[in-house]
């Protein structure tokens, strides 16, 4: 084993657990909604804007956190947003009302822009085609994983404390693993003269192959994120369970990103060119079947193919994107990370609407033959070669 790669182990590790607690950060705090509204005094609606806020300012800085690391250099830019989304999560523990609150969360959010797009572009410049996919995809395990926890994460913490010592937790930790990062990570040097946003999306936008890939990638955040946002509603009805006990088997599907990313070289090695044809399909089949079960035990192997086969595409469709435009990763994921959120917040909305007026099950259905198209996008449309590493199967 080369020196090389226990470095990068390091580095992923560090990485993916800013991911975890990032992504964490703000569904932890979301099934206490409730609690916040009582304690501060206002409405439940008034009181979800600082969610919204907080997603708002996410989506908005992700354009531009992007080219920001290719201007300034991938380390600066994602220490920078470390460090302030780990100072405004604890702030937040200290709002005294819903001002203050809606505001902190919303500069968290414009920090936490930075840490998804500009890590994965570090990763990707830092790493050579045959170790990127499966780097890429570990820290995407530990990242949905991060988001597929919080809700029981947040639940065990308001249940011993408060929502206040949710926010302050997760900033305190965010804290700590900045410091590591200021340290574990390897400068890199801005690749571009001039930060001029026009031209550099103009580019972006001109590679028709990126934009396909961006928006196969959309459809994956509408699919996935527009379901899974409903799953924890399906599995308290059927099961009856608490939102920690709900929390707990919603993790199975982090579960599955984990899994996938730690053997993602191993399953691309097995299958080759079926990779992503098999990830879909069993994406698919367990969206499909989902709605349909009653087993605690049926609903979390579902949960487990579903994040399985998310991870294995997405992966798959990053280190794709990377590759096309590759003297500018960062300005690449940020058009990644654009589309896969956007998707899911449209997700969210259209299968809301879907669920009010035809039931639970027919988000999960529609989105299963999405997931076929999305096969069909990354096979076909786009061409998806598979490269394997020159070495023998790991």
């Known amino acids: ?121 570090y990763i990707g410049e830092s790493s050579d085609g045959a170790t990127q996919h499966q780097y890429l995809a570990r820290f995407f395990g530990m990242m949905f994983l991060g988001g597929a926890t919080a809700t029981a994460i947040g639940g065990a913490i308001a249940h011993v404390g408060s929502w206040r010592m949710v926010y302050f937790i997760y900033g305190f930790l965010e804290l700590i693993v900045a410091l590591f990062m200021l340290k574990g990570l390897q400068k890199t040097p801005g690749v571009i003269r001039q930060l001029n946003l026009r031209a ?42 608490s939102i920690l006990q709900v929390g707990l088997l919603l993790s199975f599907f982090g579960i599955g990103t984990v899994i996938g990313g730690r053997y993602a070289s191993r399953l691309r090695y097995s ?21 349909f079960l009653q087993s605690p035990a049926a609903i979390a192997a579902a949960l487990f193919g579903f994040g399985l086969a998310f991870i294995s595409i997405h992966s798959t469709l990053v ?20 589309n896969l959120f956007g998707g899911g917040a449209l997700g969210t909305y259209v299968n809301g609407l879907l669920l009010n007026h035809f039931g639970i099950q027919w988000p999960f259905v529609g989105a299963s033959f999405l997931m076929l198209l999305i096969l069909l996008l990354a096979v076909a449309a786009l061409d998806l070669r598979i490269k394997l590493p020159l070495q023998s199967e790991p």
């Open 1 to 121: 084993m080369s020196g090389e790669e226990p470095k990068m182990g390091h580095i992923i590790l560090i990485l993916g657990i800013m991911g975890f607690l990032a992504n964490g950060d703000n569904y932890a705090v979301a099934p206490l909604i409730l609690d916040i509204s009582r304690d501060l005094d206002i409405s439940i609606t008034a009181t979800a804007l600082s969610v919204t806020s907080y997603m708002l300012c996410f989506g908005f800085f992700t354009v531009f956190v992007g080219p920001l690391a290719d201007r300034f250099g991938k380390t600066r830019i994602v220490n920078i947003a470390a460090f302030g989304t780990a100072v405004f999560s604890i702030l937040s523990a200290l709002s005294h009302n819903l001002v203050t609150l809606v505001i902190l969360r919303a500069v968290n959010g414009a920090f936490g822009a930075g840490i998804f797009p500009v890590s994965l572009a």
């Open 271 to 291: 299958f080759n060119r079926g990779y992503v044809p098999v990830a879909a399909t069993l994406g698919a089949f367990s969206l499909a079947v989902f709605p």
């Open 200 to 241: 550099i999306y103009g580019e972006a936008f001109r590679n028709r192959a990126l934009i396909k890939t961006t928006a196969t990638i959309f459809l994956i955040g509408f699919s996935v994120f527009g379901t899974f946002t409903y799953s924890g509603k399906y599995v308290q009805n059927i099961t009856g369970y």
């Open 319 to 338: 280190t794709t994107a990377q590759s096309l435009m590759p003297h500018m990763r960062g300005t690449v994921m940020s058009l990644v990370s654009f």
